[in-house]
Each structure stands twice: as C-alpha cells, then as structure tokens.
C-alpha cells in the first residue's frame, strides 16, 4: 500500500482547508457509525458541526489545517467557544490537526485538555499519524484515494464511487434488504450469487427510493474489498472475485452512449487497454427516458460480449 503523501492532498478545485475539513468529515462519521453524517455549518463557531449523540455520549469534532506549524491559540479559542456554547452537555471533542504534533505532551495541548476538563468534556487529538494509519484501512482506502490521489487503478476504482453512500453502506444503520430471484425465491447471498450466475448481464428492479443505488455501492464496497476488516481480506477478495468493480451513472448517458463514457474514464486513467477484468454496476436506468433506456440496454447487451467483461449490474 503506498504511503499517504500529504504534498498531493486536496481535491480538484477546492482549497486544502476545505477539503482537510470534508475529510475530517467523513472520517468523524465513520468512527462513529453516522449513517446520515452531521447537520452544521463548517463557517460556524466551536464545532464544524453539530454535537452527535451515540449511545449515552456526545460527540463533537474540530478540524485545524495549518500550513507550517500547530496553531495552539486557535485551537483553544474554538474549544472554548464550543465549551460557552454546549457546556456539559458534550462528552468529548475530536480535534483533527493535518501535522505531525503531540499536543498531549506540549504545554499549549495540555492546557486546552484542561480548559474542556473543567466542564467534564475530554479532548481527543487526531494529527498526521492517526490519519495514517486510518487512512490505509481498507475501509476508508476510498478517501485514501480521493484526497490524496495516488495510483491510476485505484483511482479508477475509487472516482466511480459515491462516499456519502460508500459511508452508509458502512455504516451500524445500514439494513441489508432481502432480494428474490426470477421465480421469487429468497436470494441469500446477492454478491456471491450475481458472480456465480451465468449470465453476464444481470438486472436489479425496486420501487423508487427502496435502496437500489445504496445496493450498487453495497456490490461495489464488496467486490472492491473495502468492506473488509484487514488489507489482508481485502486483497484476498479482490483476488476471488477477479475483476475490478466501477460504477458508473446511467444519467450521464443522457448526452454521450455508455461505451464512450467507459472509453473515455478508462483512457483518463491510462488503463484503457489494460488486461482488466471489469464488473460493471450501473446505476439509475429508471431515472432516464425510455427512449434512451431501451438504447442503452442494447449498449449494455453489446458490452456484456466482450471478453473481460465478468458482469454487468
């Protein structure tokens, strides 16, 4: 696993405190087990957001991007405003700090733990290395690839993917639906039994809003192995499972057909050409006229023929 780079974080058009700040996010979110994220403002005072509670405790965090060195006196003064602001109420506040820092050894740390202490809240720091080490979890290796770049097959993988959806699917909230087949029998296995099927192209129908995107990125966590708990399982299972999984809108074929949409995703990724099986889920057939629909479908039925091609969803 390539080492976390910090001189490539950011994303594309945002400015690195703003990017440092949906990081910290996402992450807060994960730690927790926060399916639907955090109602807030990032402009506001003390928190990034609200407080969330989990369980019997209270959480809150603050994020700090800093150029060269830890701004201690800045820190202190947004702890102290949320403090004024939510008291006791709070159990603890996450502080995301971007540097290498031991704020729990530095005098300027261990006066903020103070200050929060007084009111019963503790401080818990999150700097570079707790980003390190989290960030090449195969769980969160998604954010790994986004905000720091690294890889063109990663990448590839990762740019198709929905994080908000990617944390949901993650998420204690998450409820796995029960599916039937074409004879309306109980499927108790979906990922295993869409790969085992010997068909290539494979269709998933519901209601409107019953959870077939959230499906797609609940196939594409799994086949991509960043469901898994250690690096180990999830290069087992990409292994198994042989392919490399991509999602792809369907809505963005309102303008362009499906197969150069594909072309050209690939060739930005310098993989086109690549001896790169593929699982296809495609997501939001519904969502477009069915003019179109019945255009590509014929697309996806000519795709599915091709030899490194191992699904279609």
Not at 123 to 146: C, G, H, M
Not at 266 to 294: P, T, V
């Amino acid at each position: 696993m390539p080492a976390i780079d910090w001189n490539k974080f950011g994303v594309t058009g945002a400015s690195k405190q703003d990017s440092f700040e949906e990081l910290c996010l996402h992450l807060f979110c994960r730690k927790h087990k926060l399916s639907e994220g955090v109602s807030g403002d990032f402009n506001q005072a003390g928190l990034e957001t609200e407080p969330v509670k989990v369980g019997k405790k209270t959480y809150g965090f603050q994020s700090k991007y800093f150029d060269d060195s830890v701004g201690y006196s800045q820190i202190k003064k947004s702890v102290i405003t949320a403090l004024q602001k939510y008291g006791s109420s709070l159990d603890e506040i996450c502080i995301f700090i971007n540097l290498n820092a031991q704020p729990n050894r530095s005098e300027s740390g261990k006066e903020i733990a103070k200050e929060a202490a007084k009111y019963g809240v503790k401080i818990q720091w999150y700097t570079r290395s707790n980003f390190e080490v989290a960030l090449t979890k195969p769980q969160n290796l998604d954010l790994s690839f986004f905000y720091f770049g690294y890889g063109s097959e990663f990448k590839f993988i990762e740019d198709s993917a929905d994080h908000t959806k990617l944390t949901l699917v993650k998420s204690k909230q998450f409820l796995k639906l029960h599916f039937l087949d074409s004879k309306n029998k109980r499927v108790q296995n979906l990922e295993e039994t869409i790969l085992k099927l010997s068909e290539k192209l494979v269709l998933i129908s519901g209601d409107p809003a019953s959870g077939k995107s959230t499906l797609v990125h609940r196939l594409f966590s799994s086949y991509s192995g960043m469901g898994e708990a250690s690096q180990t399982k999830m290069v087992n299972k990409i292994i198994s499972t042989g392919a490399v999984p991509q999602v792809i809108n369907l809505k963005l074929c309102a303008t362009d057909s499906l197969e150069n949409i594909i072309r050209t995703r690939q060739s930005a990724y310098a993989i086109q050409g690549a001896e790169l099986k593929i699982i296809y889920l495609l997501d939001g057939l519904d969502e477009i006229s069915e003019d179109r629909a019945d255009l590509i479908l014929l697309q996806m039925l000519e795709l599915s023929k091709k030899k490194n091609i191992i699904k279609l969803s």
